[in-house]
Structure formats: C-alpha cells, structure tokens
C-alpha cells in the first residue's frame, strides 16, 4: 500500500506538469523539480517487474516514460563548434547573483575579477554592493558601467570592458532589467541582464515579470544574449518561451543540460539549474563553466560566445 501512495502522488505531479503547467505556485515549484521528483519511479518499476507486480510496473512504466520525455530532450540540443565560430570573433560573459545580504564581498568579487569575463551581470547589486565593487577593482578592468541599484534583491549592473552602447533601464514586476549593446570586433552583440522575484516569495509578481521579460526579449535586436538568474529552471514553462523566441540556451549548447547554480549549499535541496544564458543561433556557445560563489545561494556561470555575424 505505501508504495502505491507514492505512485499515486508521482502520477498526480505527473498530470500536473501536462494539465496545469506552472499555472500555480505548487505546480510551478513541482516542474522545477521534475529531474528529481519522479527518481522514485524507476525503483518501483523495477521492483514491480522483479515481483511481477504487473498492474504496478505499468502504472511505474508510464512515469518513467514521461520523465524521459521531459528530461531525454534537452540532452538533444548540444551544438557543434564549426570552423567558422572557431574563427569568429570571441567574448566571455559571466552572471553572478552577488545575494543582496551577503556582507563577505571581497571572496566573490575576486572570483569575478578572476574570471577574465569581458562583460560581469551582476543581480541582487545594492548601494553596499556597488561600493564594494567600486573598492575591489573592477571598475578599472570594466570601466562601462549601467546598473540600478536597490536596497532589497531587486538591483542590479553591468560591468563591461567593452563600451556599453543604447542602454536602457526596463521594469519587470517592480525589478529592473537592463539592456545594452557591445560591440565585439565590430560586431554588434545585444545583452539583456534579467532577475526577477523567485515565485515561492509572490507568483502573482514573479508571472508578470515573465511577462514583462519575455516581450523584451523579444523585441531586442538580434543578435541577442539574454543572461542572468531566471528562477526558473529547464522544465519550467517560462525556459521553453524563451526557447520559443528563437533562442538556445548555453548549457545545453555545450552539452551541459544537468549543471546546477543553486543552491550553492544554503539549502537541504535537491540543486537546480536557475541561471541562464540564452543566445541566437548566430551567437556559438563555446564553452560554459560554474564558479564557486562564495557566500550567494547561486554559483555564477562564465559562457564564451563565439559572435559569428
């Protein structure tokens, strides 16, 4: 009987993800977790064939099938380094949620300046934060600057040895977000900096900013990087919108689509990939990397983008 309460409770989550998907809090916070949740159902199949538990397995068998619905495609999407992306003009982008109450600065901001990044979004970037930055160094190295700073997670800048060109503060559910263009060997490249509320702290917010996210992006000039801490992992529906809006996403470019960035250790959690970095099919995906991140829930990611036109 047990065992079929968890069935039970798998197949209910299951149904979830394909009737109401990311429609509430709970399902929303389910799906993010759709690698993990339905781990249990391998086992019971399993054991239901080995007992020849038939009625069992096959209830088992049509979960596990759909996880590897879910879960088989975004190991499909790993991109080749051609001859021409290897020859074209490269930049290196990092993104890094400093965590707005983390008062050991110095640690993180060293791994950024470490990171040899040509342009640094940074999420969670209060006044206390932007002086620490304007202490460590980085402005030296990343004299372009747009940033909106803030008291609460909401802040957030752009540091960039490149000149940052057309830069525009928007608004998503009450956070900024920030556009710009680079230019790498003279080729245009546009960059869109995103973090918004996680949806555990207000749906409602967190949807509209989605929203709010989504037509930005959208209305950007392509070629187009839209990077940053999405609160919102692979099997979320907002991560297959920005899909749908022509654009890949780096990690699974590279052929990295299990990487995690949260929670970095803070939390008795199974980890989530929550940090994104979406690009055209004209911007290659070379390589993407995890820092450490000292004293932030979120580990940043570094991703070297070839900008072929």
């Keep these: 009987m047990p065992v079929w309460v968890i069935v039970a409770m798998l197949l209910a989550l299951a149904a979830g993800h394909v009737i ?18 339905f781990l ?3 086992v019971v199949l399993v ?10 397995a096959l209830v088992a068998a049509v979960i596990v099938a759909a996880h590897l619905a879910w879960v088989v495609p975004t190991t499909l999407h790993t991109v080749t380094v051609t001859a021409a992306a290897r020859e074209a003009p490269h930049v290196r982008v990092a993104s890094a949620n400093l965590r707005y109450d983390n008062t050991d600065h110095g640690p993180l901001l060293a791994e950024l300046g470490a990171s040899h990044a040509d342009i640094i979004v940074v999420e969670e970037v209060t006044p206390a934060w932007w002086r620490a930055i304007r202490s460590s160094g980085l402005l030296a190295s990343h004299p372009d600057t ?13 540091l960039s040895r490149l000149p940052l060109e057309d830069v525009v503060v928007h608004r998503a559910g009450g956070w900024p977000i920030i556009t710009a263009t680079v230019h790498v060997a003279g080729r245009a490249l546009h960059l869109g900096g995103v973090h918004l509320v996680a949806p555990l702290e207000t749906f409602a917010r967190n949807q509209r900013a989605q929203r709010a996210i989504t037509s930005i992006a959208a209305s950007m000039p392509r070629p187009r990087l839209v990077i940053g801490d999405f609160n919102a992992s692979p099997y979320n529906r907002w991560f297959d919108q920005m899909l749908g809006l022509g ?9 990295r689509p299990f990487a995690t960035t949260w929670p970095n250790g803070m939390h008795r959690l199974p980890p989530l990939l929550l940090d994104h970095a979406f ?17 932030s829930d979120h580990r940043p990611i570094v991703v070297d983008l070839a900008v072929e036109r």
């Design 20 to 37: 109401a998907y990311d429609r509430s809090r709970a399902v929303m916070l389910a799906d993010a977790y759709t690698l993990w949740v």
């Design 40 to 42: 249990p159902a391998y």
């Design 47 to 56: 054991a239901a064939l080995c007992f020849r538990t038939w009625s069992l």
């Design 146 to 158: 747009a940033k909106a700073l803030r008291d609460d997670p909401g802040g957030m800048a752009i």
């Design 247 to 255: 654009l890949r996403d780096a990690h699974q470019a590279v052929g």
């Design 279 to 295: 690009v055209d099919r004209s911007v290659v995906p070379v390589a993407v990397r995890e820092g450490r991140g000292r004293g």
